[in-house]
């Protein structure tokens, strides 16, 4: 097998593009795991690797929730029934580890099991790099590729930098996500609100009752109909149904 | 130099510039967690029936910071103000509680319409824009109006209110703190309705909107007597507060028994 000469420099131009395209990406997909894919897949060309996949530490485990090629799941259920591998040392350890060749045996030493599977697999050279959260490790960017290969530390950073952002507008994206849909509950709550006050007072005019008994009304109907209080209400208001 | 040491060296810097983007993102981060973990003891009381009174409590501490007499935090829905919730840091401001309510008009009024912001250091000059908010705040003892919204999604839900006894422009620090506290305001309004069941206002948010609520019992009411449109019922209503300086309650109380006699209009 040949060995593949890793990129010495990142060109500026290239580096404008894969920027450029995050970018996009992020506008493009919204959701977070969308995006987190769409940069994954981006990068295997920028970096020249065979596949990268990512994980993110969930209760004690490491959960794939990106990958590019399809077999990533394999070489990383392997690891978590073994509960050994590159990954899960990576982050124990906090600190990235790159194999230039899986069969040198120092691998194979460390991760006998992982590492049969890798190069049953097709693998011959991996990369991890621990990707930091807010306040600690959360979780793991794997680089694969099939030819032994000699890892430069400047592209393993930029690697990890654009995951890490992709990472962050993920989490910011989800919790606005969260606001905006509690945000439209409460427009509708308050909409549904109105509609039904002006109907009690609609019907607490027409009958000469209190608003409390004019609500009664209102409920005891939409009950008894198997109708919502807001849909009786805008008849009230809107239809002249009196109850 | 080399060319390619040159774009290395660029490379380096511009990985440099966004190592320290992500660390400025961390700390971004870091705070949203910290608002997190203060949204989960707000959890933790609204289930011991502590929390209605919470956003009181925010208010009231901010009043000496920002330099305001009275505070109040406005929700809104199709941009109309649809709850109310205000505190006093002196008396004899009474007449502001409500006050957009009764006249249809004033700075979180503009705000919950879409309004970026609305301030006012001078609410004497700003009668032409809100020719009856602003005589009737001056007169309860309001000098400046400043309101900032309460944003979600781009959007505005509502609005920070704050009135001053002086005149002047808020300075660079309490703008800052203003703005912080809208945006404390609003995370509390989603947190305390994040537990309500869908298609119900949460129980905490009950304060809020309790008077404007009885106001839209009147209008159905008044528009009832009267064969005219809810909306219509309750301009009407606003035009006899103003013209006769009555409360709310009062004005809701009237509607309800057919007191107000509109009929002639």
Wanted: hydrophobic share 45%.
């Amino acid at each position: 097998m040949t060995s593949s000469e890793a990129k010495q420099a990142i060109d500026p131009r290239q580096l404008l593009d894969l920027l450029s395209d995050f970018v996009g990406s992020l506008a493009a997909h919204p959701s977070a795991v969308e995006s987190l894919q769409s940069v994954c897949e981006r990068l295997v060309s920028f970096l020249d690797v065979r596949a990268i996949g990512v994980s993110h530490v969930e209760d004690g485990h490491l959960r794939l929730v990106a990958y590019t090629d399809a077999r990533i799941p394999g070489q990383h259920q392997a690891e978590d029934e073994q509960r050994s591998g590159p990954d899960i040392e990576a982050v124990a350890r906090v600190e990235a580890l790159s194999i230039e060749d899986l069969n040198d045996g120092s691998a194979a030493e460390r991760w006998p099991a992982y590492t049969r599977h890798a190069l049953a697999t097709g693998w011959r050279s991996m990369a991890h790099l621990p990707i930091f959260g807010t306040t600690h490790v959360s979780g793991v960017l794997s680089l694969y590729h099939d030819q032994t290969r000699r890892w430069v530390e400047l592209n393993l950073a930029m690697a990890r930098l654009i995951v890490e952002l992709a990472e962050l507008y993920g989490a910011d994206w989800i919790e606005i996500q969260k606001h905006k849909d509690v945000s439209a509950q409460l427009q509708q709550a308050l909409d549904s609100r109105v509609v039904i006050e002006q109907a009690k007072g609609i019907l607490a005019q027409a009958y000469g009752i209190s608003v409390t008994e004019a609500f009664e009304r209102l409920r005891v109907h939409a009950r008894s109909r198997n109708a919502k209080l807001q849909a009786v209400a805008e008849a009230v208001v809107n239809l002249g149904l009196r109850l | 130099m080399e060319a390619t040491a040159i774009l290395r060296t660029q490379s380096e810097r511009a990985i440099l510039r966004s190592r320290e983007a992500v660390l400025r993102s961390r700390e971004l981060v870091a705070k949203a967690s910290a608002t997190l973990a203060a949204s989960e003891d707000i959890r933790r009381r609204f289930v011991q029936g502590e929390l209605p009174t919470a956003l009181l409590r925010s208010l009231e501490g901010s009043l000496g910071p920002l330099g305001a007499v009275s505070a109040a935090v406005m929700i809104a829905s199709d941009g109309t103000p649809r709850g109310e919730i205000r505190v006093f840091g002196a008396d004899g401001l009474e007449r502001l509680d409500h006050l957009e309510f009764l006249v249809g008009e004033g700075p979180g009024t503009d705000i919950c319409r879409g309004g970026r912001s609305a301030l006012e250091p001078h609410l004497a000059e700003a009668v032409d824009r809100w020719p009856a908010y602003a005589p009737a705040a001056l007169e309860a003892g309001a000098v400046a109006a400043f309101a900032f919204p309460l944003r979600c999604a781009r959007r505005n839900m509502g609005a920070l209110v704050l009135n001053m006894a002086k005149p002047g422009l808020l300075d660079a620090r309490r703008f800052e703190g203003a703005s912080d506290l809208a945006n404390c305001c609003a995370d509390r309004i989603l947190k305390m309705q994040s537990l309500a069941r869908p298609g119900e206002l949460a129980l905490g948010l009950e304060p809020l909107v309790g008077t404007n609520m009885r106001l839209q019992q009147g209008a159905g009411a008044l528009s009832k007597e009267l064969g005219i449109l809810p909306a219509d019922a309750l301009a009407l209503m606003r035009a006899y507060a103003w013209e006769n300086a009555i409360s709310i309650e009062d004005l809701v109380g009237l509607a309800l028994t057919g007191g107000l006699g509109l009929d002639q209009f």
